[in-house]
């Protein structure tokens, strides 16, 4: 909490899964989720709503596009894609105040989380291999535990 009474954005979980996201898998979606966070962070849930469609049109972009360019994306994350991109464009539909929207996308957070636990190889939950599947289950995870901070702090 800052001295003005606003939450510290720099410590909101969507700044930290956008940072995820654009130092080791999408600048777009990143760099819209880092936009929703400090939205959130000031009680503006229009500026969430805008961020997070951003978000969803840039998700489903990626998966689209993915076939044209070196991303070479499985079946299983293009359609972990289009499914983020389905529940972020849902959000961005939320209508109200900080006060309405942020309780009322909790079913959509925890959908992502669902589909992100999803796409991590049960061997690897716990796995501690350093290679390259590994590395994307550890940052899954890891967006996986924000999500759970921002749905625990509504």
């Known amino acids: 909490m800052t001295a003005d009474g606003n939450e510290d954005s720099s ?3 969507l700044i930290s ?4 996201l654009v130092d080791q898998l ?9 936009h929703a966070g400090e939205a959130w962070s000031s009680g503006d849930w229009e500026g969430v709503a805008e961020s997070v469609e951003r978000a969803s049109i ?3 972009l990626d998966e689209y596009l993915s076939s044209d360019s070196d991303k070479n994306m499985t ?3 293009e359609i972990l894609w289009q499914s983020i991109a389905r529940e972020l464009a849902d959000m961005s539909t939320i209508e109200g105040c900080s006060s309405v929207g942020p309780p009322a996308s909790i079913p959509n957070w925890i959908s992502i989380q ?3 636990m999803a796409n991590i190889p049960a061997d ?4 501690s291999d350093e290679d390259r599947s590994h590395d994307e289950s550890i940052l899954l995870k890891s967006i996986c535990n924000e999500i759970e901070s921002l749905i625990d702090s509504i």
Not at 17 to 20: A, I, T
Not at 26 to 34: K, L, N, Q, R
Not at 124 to 127: A, G, P
């Open 124 to 127: 690897e939950l716990n796995d």
């Open 75 to 77: 079946t299983k994350e």
């Open 114 to 116: 669902e589909y992100l």
């Open 58 to 60: 840039a998700a489903a």
């Open 17 to 20: 899964v956008g940072n995820l």
């Open 11 to 13: 410590h909101h979980p």
């Open 26 to 34: 999408d600048e777009s979606v990143g760099t819209a989720m880092i």
